[in-house]
């Protein structure tokens, strides 16, 4: 969810899609030196999860909001974890150190909020969880040249997919620990291995400089190309799936592609380059950019309120209408209000708020002890 990478850590980088030199913080229509853009796809992601788990289903025809969000979400992270590690210009190898186990802490607290998220009965797979694994599995590439990530990307897109049908036709009985591997790696719901290019995509874009029109404009243009190439092969070749969920590398490449391009267009729009427009279009998704800078803390309500109607509904007899659109337009109008009220009034998210101090202090205590001593009386 939001690594807090929404944000532009150096001076240099105020010009990128949307942010603002002086601005108190959360002013519409700009958030501090916040990624407009980038807050903006979150929020859609998140407005997409609500769609995808609470409308009704009366046959099993897939619709635009199955599989493309969460998609979208592992793009931004990617993004967001570029971001956090220098945008453009990387961390000098100096200060990549903090950075790096800040992440991996994230990542802990990310793995065990969303196994106790798991544990409720909201009948949604949580992502949390496999958002952890997707991290460790990058951060040893975080600093490679833009060139590799790609290499990576298109390897694991080819190979992931094809290692975990192999798997999955195997009949064999491993032992627990390898299962819980290969259910995080290849065979669960948000499988690592297989989304791990989505990261790479995001991490490739932040390291192109998300400000610059050339960057956007290849983003729309590689996306839809990819998204045309996925989606085009699923429906010309038979025997291949670009489906939600399916794990194919048609799915991989049609998705990302998808989320890539959206990104890009939603960086353009808000750019500041846009003049007036652009303006415009901040402020009129200003509360939407206010939903995905805490995206995490929605995602986890969101996940809570479920629960809560799914018992109400199995304790009425199915009395309460789960899922339904009265549900879906509720959840999305408060998370909207919510957040808008708290990041105009307070700023950070509340889990945000703890995710970034609970990453912050080990760095804090390794700068203390750094420093020399004061001197005694």
């Given at each position: 969810m939001n690594?807090?990478?929404?944000?532009?850590?150096?001076?240099?980088?105020?010009?990128?899609?949307?942010?603002?030199?002086?601005?108190?913080?959360?002013?519409?229509?700009?958030?501090?030196?916040r990624v407009v853009g980038i807050d903006v796809a979150r929020g859609f992601a998140i407005i997409g999860m609500f769609a995808a788990h609470a409308i009704p289903r009366p046959d099993e025809a897939e619709l635009l909001v199955?599989?493309?969000?969460?998609?979208?979400?592992?793009?931004?992270?990617?993004?967001?974890?570029?971001?956090?590690?220098?945008?453009?210009?990387?961390?000098?190898?100096?200060?990549?150190?903090?950075?790096?186990?800040?992440?991996?802490?994230?990542?802990?607290?990310?793995?065990?909020?969303?196994?106790?998220?798991?544990?409720?009965?909201?009948?949604?797979?949580?992502?949390l969880d496999f958002y952890a694994v997707m991290f460790v599995l990058v951060t040893p590439v975080l600093f490679f040249p833009r060139w590799?990530?790609?290499?990576?990307?298109?390897?694991?897109?080819?190979?992931?997919?094809?290692?975990?049908?192999?798997?999955?036709?195997?009949?064999?009985?491993?032992?627990?620990?390898?299962?819980?591997?290969?259910?995080?790696?290849?065979?669960?719901?948000?499988?690592?291995?297989?989304?791990?290019?989505?990261?790479?995509?995001?991490?490739?874009a932040a390291r192109s400089g998300l400000g610059r029109v050339r960057t956007q404009?290849?983003?729309?243009?590689?996306?839809?190309?990819?998204?045309?190439?996925g989606y085009g092969t699923a429906a010309a070749l038979p025997g291949v799936s670009a489906a939600a969920h399916s794990g194919s590398t048609a799915e991989v490449v049609g998705s990302g592609g998808f989320a890539v391009a959206f990104i890009g267009v939603l960086l353009w729009l808000t750019s500041p380059e846009r003049a007036g427009f652009g303006a415009a279009v901040r402020w009129v998704t200003w509360p939407i950019g206010a939903t995905g800078s805490m995206a995490l803390t929605i995602y986890t309500l969101q996940i809570i309120t479920l629960a809560v109607f799914v018992d109400l509904r199995d304790s009425t007899d199915g009395a309460?209408?789960?899922p339904g659109w009265p549900l879906l337009i509720g959840m999305t109008i408060a998370s909207v209000l919510f957040a808008s009220l708290w990041r105009y009034l307070l700023g950070k998210g509340p889990l945000e708020r703890m995710l970034a101090a609970a990453t912050r202090a080990p760095a804090a205590a390794r700068q203390e002890q750094e420093q020399p001593g004061k001197p005694g009386p």
């Open positions: 690594l807090e990478g929404g944000r532009i850590p150096t001076r240099s980088s105020r010009a990128i899609a949307g942010t603002s030199k002086r601005s108190p913080r959360g002013s519409a229509p700009y958030d501090g030196s199955d599989g493309r969000p969460s998609i979208l979400f592992a793009t931004l992270a990617g993004v967001s974890l570029g971001i956090m590690t220098g945008s453009a210009r990387p961390l000098e190898r100096g200060r990549r150190g903090d950075r790096v186990v800040g992440i991996l802490i994230r990542a802990a607290i990310l793995f065990v909020l969303g196994v106790m998220l798991s544990a409720l009965d909201s009948e949604v797979a949580v992502i590799a990530l790609g290499a990576l990307a298109a390897v694991f897109a080819v190979a992931a997919p094809a290692l975990a049908a192999v798997i999955s036709d195997a009949d064999r009985d491993a032992p627990a620990l390898i299962e819980v591997a290969e259910y995080y790696l290849l065979t669960g719901n948000y499988p690592a291995l297989i989304w791990l290019p989505f990261l790479l995509l995001g991490l490739i404009v290849w983003m729309m243009a590689a996306g839809t190309a990819a998204a045309v190439l309460i209408d789960y």
